[in-house]
């Protein structure tokens, strides 16, 4: 993830960062440039078409339909958003809820109950660091996919990496109940905690495993495509050779819309604008080594 | 459901999967391609009408009215959306609850007790599997029709299938706190878990059971076949022929955004877009197997 | 409520079902036809109005105020909907916690208390059904108008009838936790269910008695009218007496996302899209009873 | 609060109700008729513009920015929208919980204990009414201003009203429990619904206290005042006189929106379409009296 | 944050408050006006192109992209907004839960125990001012950056301030329990405010230091530069010299949105649309202290 002042235009516009979709792009949009080019080339100078063409109002089609494309674009960008969001908050509440237990624990025990304190001070964080490997695992990404998957098969006998840590940690309270180390009352307040655990593992893998549906996002990237290799044809009428420049700029508005959306719609990949989970793991064993002496 | 790369556009645009509403609709953008072209052939040659024809200036009624359209599926588009990705949510709810129930039967049972350990192992999973038929029967579907059903009379015998299996899964449960196996205070702690496996069936009805009102998705249906079928009498005099292609191109992009509103909106069907409700009982049911010994 | 196929293209635009928003305007639309009419007639036939007529601009207007008009529309519908969903998510929730109660009320009481089982089995379906009856009657409606309605004088000996049913189970089921027959914890399980019962209640209420401000549905409907009446004076110049059906449709489309907003934005209603909350009522009688024996 | 028959579109479009956004806008439509006739008359009569005045193509501009205010203005009364319907949210809950405290208080108390239930049968609707004061003061609205108020400051001996009636219940529960009248289980249950009191008082005071944010309001209308004042300019060219009604309307809509968002944006003021907080907090009291005996 | 009469607008059109982005705009917009004006003359004047110029038809593409421009304007907006929003609910709790913590306080604690009330009376307000410390510093922004930030090195010896007052609460409560001064009832109930305690912290700090995906702010800043700078060339045509202030108008509608949204999508800074949080912190020192006597 980037961090960067929002109110620096200059930088923002003048860069070219490699996150960026126009870098991603350029050679399309070059590629763009000659197939507009040649277009207007062939309507100019070689057919010779008159002023009389139907093809030159073909532009009416482009503005009936560049509202729906338009609009379509934009949800699509904040449905994308929406899930990038959702995954930034459920790390947020592990964050929370690793610190809030690593409190609750670190006033629970007894004083002077080293073992229990060191079992908690690894295996919370723990819990992060597996999360953030199950959810970078490609295996993760095909947990729903119907097909088979033979690639994956020498890796069944890897058990599900977080349930194993939630399992010890569960295992560990209820001992330390029975024990009679915390009582009833604070069994129900750390239970809330550790439920919260695997609820944020099952929603990342929901998010991870789930993309916008298949039809859904093949057909946005039919209509744009199909949109934008059209758009020559009658906009050489009236814009003559100014017709490249203004066509590749909507090629590239109208891409990096849908680019923007399928970086951020996954947001526990490697991409730079994804979450940074390894940093937030850090940050979890960092807080709960401080929390719990 | 089909897992696929986001960010292979090669493939989207390419393919004809047969999800895809490209696939369903081709004989209708063939039908529609025929019927542009003879109302085409009818203005231009055959009735040769003038320039100065009223019938020209009907595009400006459909770009008056495209814009409403527009938003109008947009949202259509959105609404069938949350509904798909609500009951995306509840299945992975019950996921992580099946798996949570696990833990906590795990670790609060006494070590040994494999009878205990094996009902819950097999009845934690029975209820996704039940809750999947209860989805997919189409008695279901037609739970609050106020009609009368007399096909489904046969089987008001067998009753509803996921409260008969919570019913067990609580009746047991209360036992084993009669019996002193769990206290007061797991008690409570079990209980929240169960209530939300019939809290979840609940909600997956409701989405089941209750589609869009039908004024609203008719009047969507009724606006969009008026639209398409008005829009080749007035392009004709400014496109010529080449209304044939823009006409379906148009045809094409509005009734898609209805057919995945429709496909998606009832996201517990088999379609091939919708839910792996299969896939993921399986999932539940070897991670609880994972999880209690 | 109506159950249908959504993909059933043909029934949806070819039906005139008596809830669909042509079936309450059409003579309204032949009201709208014969004005259109006489302006077309008046100004082509009769005032012989030239090109040069300033009235042929206006469309100009009318199409710098549709976009926002369009909008306007497609959101209202929307929060209307919004409204619909949130009831039928409330009827929904009661029917899962009248079951939890009864699954929880069955595998509480010990076995052979036919006394109290034979409460609950009446009691908990008799809230469903007084909650409908409140919410149906026109009482409910005027709760909160600040005129005095001296109409319902007469019904205020009749108190406030769901409260007075949550008040007796409330009742019976303190009496059960000081007579031991369960448990503090046990108590504190049965209470949420409970309590949920008067959440839900209030929620519908307020629903029911607070629709859109009427500042907002005043202006909408000025809007929509002023917009309509004026649309025939300019484009007669261009569409002739083609203007009759554009006019006309328009008319059709506007107004149904207002009338369809109208409809289902009290969802406690009786008209043909409104909730079932009858066969709810019922499900709910018949889930209890198979639950609780 | 105007309660109204959503169908009744007769009233809405020919009523001038004094709550509607017309009342208070016609001497500035008047203002606006005028200011627009004067230009009409300067340019045509005056001026003698000829059809080349680079004058008469700001109307394109218009339509290009006309969007951006469009969407702008619906998105403003939808987010007021939501503040309103939080409001009324608050309230329902406010409503709720004094019901359900009080069918809690009615059946814990052992009968025949007139004291507590009296003390509970006001106090708990003095809450609400307390609340609906301290919504209405302006000190409330002034809470966060970041400059000195000193015509306050002889108020500030005051206490802050609600909390001081939440502290009384409070305390008179926690008394109940000390002297063994209530237990342990029961305290936790009541104590819900008691700390829900402050929790609703505290999202109303944000509410009110809250505007959205200065810059953006201004914006808003810096933008529709330029918007509108320059829009007869260009469209006398070809509207003629008829500009008149069309400015007039145009600003009639656009101002409407920012005006209804206005009034609705803070649900706790006395505007007509604001809650009706008094008829609420009678209800509260009518219910808890019908509740507790 | 100014406190405003939202239905004064004569002050809000007519003021140039330094928080509004025609104050901070203003050197551009003379930039812009030079530049458009320079087009302009160069354009008419020293070029003297025909009207033939193929230049003249570009505000057709300005026209297609201008749609997709101002909805992404809008919602950007919008998403800051509510990042804004979400900021100042959540201040709102903690203003809630301060005074619920010290309302609990006050009742539990037996009469006279003055050191453990100065105790919470210190400690609560302590962690609202911490918290805006924290939120204030800019370490807390770079927090997630993968970056070295050497510049904070010297202050890795402070620990998190939040954390270290929630500790501290906590550490004192769980004495409270084991003391026997408060019940397990009582601790459940406590326990849960603290917890919010900790979990706003979190809520505030993803705010904080996560903004917008970088490609994503990158890309409209990007786009608003190409699409003003671009768009005196074709408007010359039509507008003449009164393209000058046309441009203006629309680089001042389009940046406003973009800085707005830049302004408020970071609530917890210093500008003056932020959260008071100073006098947050104090309206909370103030009602804890009123609380706890």
């Avoid at 295996?123 to 097909?147: G, N, V």
């Avoid at 420049?245 to 849908?258: N, Q």
């Avoid at 951020?264 to 490697?270: H, L, R, S, V």
Wanted: charged share 20%; proline share 4%.
């Amino acid at each position: 993830m980037i961090i960067y002042n929002p109110k620096d235009w200059l930088h923002a516009v003048l860069s070219f960062h490699r996150s960026e979709t126009i870098k991603k792009l350029y050679p399309y949009l070059i590629l763009m440039a000659i197939y507009a080019w040649a277009i207007a080339y062939l309507e100019i100078e070689y057919l010779k078409l008159s002023e009389k063409s139907w093809l030159r109002n073909i532009p009416s089609m482009h503005s009936l339909l560049g509202f729906v494309l338009s609009i379509l674009l934009v949800f699509r960008t904040n449905t994308a958003y929406d899930r990038w969001w959702e995954g930034r908050k459920l790390w947020g509440q592990l964050t929370n809820n690793s610190r809030n237990l690593a409190l609750r624990i670190e006033s629970l025990l007894p004083e002077g109950d080293k073992g229990n304190r060191s079992f908690y001070k690894k295996s919370i964080p723990l819990f992060a660091s597996t999360l953030r490997e199950h959810l970078q695992s490609s295996q993760t990404r095909f947990m729903l996919d119907e097909k088979d998957h033979p690639e994956f098969n020498h890796l069944d006998e890897n058990k599900h990496g977080p349930n194993q840590v939630a399992a010890m940690i569960f295992k560990r309270t209820d001992t330390l109940y029975r024990e009679g180390v915390i009582s009833g009352d604070q069994l129900i307040i750390l239970n809330a905690e550790l439920l919260s655990f695997t609820d944020i593992c099952g929603a990342c893998e929901r998010i991870k495993n789930t993309p916008i549906p298949f039809t859904y996002t093949s057909f946005i990237k039919k209509f744009i495509s199909i949109y934008v290799l059209t758009l020559p044809y009658g906009f050489v009428f009236s814009l003559g050779y100014f017709v490249v420049p203004a066509v590749v700029f909507a090629f590239y508005v109208l891409t990096s819309l849908e680019l923007i959306a399928e970086e951020i719609e996954d947001p526990f990949g490697t991409d730079v604008n994804d979450l940074p989970l390894e940093k937030m793991a850090d940050n979890i064993r960092k807080h709960v080594g401080e929390l719990i002496h």
